[in-house]
């Protein structure tokens, strides 16, 4: 019920006026190119998750939330990297194409990949297991998408992601304000003054 309402909230919020400050990064052209990481699966349109995957996913959103959720393989042309350890869900994360964030990200770039959202399950945090799922997502999309710029970002009062995205070698873009209405027929950003690396 209460993560029914989440849904309902965050498409409302989407449609009507949304309001976050976010820490944007982008890979590092001279710095850290990650490392593949053999616990991590991936999975796309093409090769989507099997039914055990599939099933943890309902486990951990709900049957509608992982609906959505893995809706965005066939719908989006996103790519879902999973770490599990037997009957759990360790962590997971996305690369997403352009496209999908374009509307409200489109001032960063014409071109470029989203890293994220990622989530790392509570027992396992602190461990390092988002500073290796983000060496993982560096490699492989240097493998599928050579120079294409990469960007990630994190609400700014987010520490554990901003540093751990700041550990895995990624540059500041800066903090901005991001503001889109009337299901994004209007949108804005404000760049902030106390900005990470402007
Ligand atoms: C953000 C998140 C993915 C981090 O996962 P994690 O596997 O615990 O992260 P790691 O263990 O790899 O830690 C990465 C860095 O962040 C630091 N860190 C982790 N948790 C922290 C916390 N609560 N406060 C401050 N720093 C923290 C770690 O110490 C590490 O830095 P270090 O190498 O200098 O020690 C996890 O907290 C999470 O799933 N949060 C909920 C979902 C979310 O916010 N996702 C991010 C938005 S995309």
Known sequence: MRRGLDIVRMVAERLCYRARTYAIFRDDPNGQRGALDAAIQSYDAARPPPADVASLFRRHAGRWGALVMLGRLRRAGA???????????????????????????????????????????????????????????????????????????????????????????????????????????????????STAGA
């Open 79 to 193: 790519i879902l990297l999973v770490q599990t350890d037997g009957a759990e869900l360790v962590a997971y994360g996305w690369l997403q194409p352009w496209h999908c964030v374009r509307r409200e990200f489109g001032f960063l770039s014409h071109e470029g990949v989203c890293l994220g959202p990622y989530w790392t399950n509570p027992a396992w945090r602190g461990r390092g297991v988002y500073g290796r799922m983000l060496g993982h997502s560096l490699a492989m999309c240097r493998e599928r998408f050579g120079e294409t710029p990469l960007y990630i970002w994190a609400r700014s009062e987010n520490v554990a992601s901003v540093r751990g995205i700041e550990r895995a070698g990624f540059a500041p873009v800066g903090t901005f304000r991001v503001v889109t209405a009337l299901a994004g027929l209007v949108r804005y950003h404000v760049r902030c003054a």
